[in-house]
């Protein structure tokens, strides 16, 4: 396997070569200390990354786009750009979170050809943006969370449908913010975004989501 | 909605994003106001439904073939090595054009000499007592008519060739072989042919 870069690495490293191999690290550490690695070539350090992160970028497209088979193709797709892009990697920023921004490009990318291909097949719902009243407040009400005894299963199944009728930059922020767990800092960067665009953003995913389930909330 | 610094810190503090001074000037301004503590529990009950009903990470079907596909992409996209080409030495720019000219003459004098050889052989092969005798050559005779066949033979001794046509019909003795020979008439021969060419009987 070539080296992607040919570049020296940009993670510091001991006098001995060695990164970090006597102190324990964190999660974060360790993935600096492995693309460290696979920026000078080293496949099985790579493929240590792609073990580590496959988890969070499947879930995080087949949230996004529904359809398994094709969330399995992107997520491929994100990991073999991440590799080529790996000499612009920089330590400012963790590694999932630059992931993350990978596979938000591609999904858009999937989008717009899935939307050339079916030319007026797709099914708008999936882009249609519901106003919500500006002057509403911007948390959910105490005495609209669902009741706790609803089964995971089927919360989660009316949580995706609810999820399925926001726009894609609607459903991206909740689910990278309140699923993935991602700062709002860090949601920018994935999403190329500014920081106010995502505040509002995920305001309005909020409330939309809150009156999807409301029905929900109400009954239990 | 307001993103001026104030809503944008709010915004952090109601999802926990604040920290240092930011988060202790907040916590004493909000210790006043309890909508916007309501507000903050509330958010944080939100992420935890959220969160405890999609998973934050689900395994990909099939991982190990999930992650040798990803290495045979790379494998494919990542191009091949090109080494570079190595620079011809100036002697081998001619020097090169010229051997393969030599092995052309060589090999063609190879095979002329070859061909020679190989006559010999079978002549020698069929030879008795230094008598010319027949020598079986490979060639096709084209005979114009039908039912006539030639027999090629020659001698390695002598040099004549003779080529023997049989099922051809006899010659009839009335037939004039001078008129299928063109003879000059004003040319002297030092032949002893029976041919008078005397003016005398010419002007006749």
Redesign the interface.
């Known amino acids: 396997m070539n080296n992607p870069n040919g570049e020296p690495s940009k993670i510091e490293q001991g006098p001995d070569g060695s990164i970090g191999a006597d102190v324990p690290l964190s999660d974060h550490e360790d993935d600096f200390r492995l693309v460290a690695l696979a920026q000078k070539g080293d496949m099985r350090a790579y493929d240590e990354l792609v073990t580590r992160h496959r988890g969070k970028i499947f879930a995080m497209i087949r949230n996004m786009i529904h359809q398994e088979a094709d969330a399995w193709d992107i997520s491929q797709d994100v990991f073999i750009k991440a590799w080529h892009a790996l000499p612009r990697f920089e330590a400012k920023a963790r590694f999932s979170t630059w992931l993350y921004r990978i596979a938000h490009n591609a999904v858009y990318d999937w989008t717009r050809k899935r939307k050339i291909e079916s030319a007026g097949e797709l099914n708008d719902e999936i882009f249609e943006r519901e106003r919500i009243d500006s002057a509403s407040f911007t948390t959910p009400s105490g005495g609209e969370m669902p009741d706790q005894s609803m089964s995971q299963s089927e919360l989660r199944q009316k949580i995706q449908a609810a999820l399925n009728k926001l726009s894609p930059e609607h459903r991206e922020v909740v689910l990278l913010k309140d699923v993935q767990g991602l700062s709002y800092k860090e949601i920018a960067d994935a999403m190329s975004s500014t920081l106010g665009t995502v505040m509002s953003r995920l305001y309005y995913a909020r409330q939309k989501l809150q009156t999807l389930l409301k029905d929900e909330y109400e009954s239990r | ?1 307001n ?1 001026n610094p104030d ?2 810190n709010l ?2 503090w ?2 926990d ?1 604040l920290e240092g001074a930011e988060l202790a000037s907040f916590e004493a301004w909000t210790a006043s106001q309890p909508e916007h503590l ?6 944080r ?3 935890k ?13 099939f ?1 190990d073939f ?2 040798s ?3 045979q ?3 494919e ?3 091949a ?1 090109v080494l570079p080409e190595k620079k011809t030495a100036f002697w081998k720019s001619w020097l090169m054009p010229m051997a393969a000219c030599a092995g052309m003459v060589f090999a063609f004098w190879i095979g002329a000499k070859s061909e020679t050889r190989s006559i010999a052989s079978q002549i020698t092969e069929f030879d008795v007592a230094g008598a010319p005798r027949a020598i079986p050559v490979e060639q096709i005779i084209y005979t114009p008519e039908n039912g006539v066949n030639a027999e090629l033979f020659a001698s390695d001794l002598s040099s004549p060739m003779v080529i023997v046509l049989s099922g051809m019909a006899a010659i009839p003795d009335t037939m004039d072989f001078s008129a299928t020979t063109y003879i000059p008439r004003e040319r002297e021969f030092n032949s002893t042919a029976d041919f008078d060419s005397s003016p005398a009987e010419v002007t006749n």
């Open positions: 909605m993103t809503e944008a915004a952090l109601l999802d994003e309501a507000a903050r529990e509330e958010t009950r939100w992420r439904l959220i969160s405890g009903a999609i998973p934050q990470s689900e395994e990909p079907p991982p999930f992650n596909r990803i290495a992409g790379i494998r996209q990542t191009p090595l």
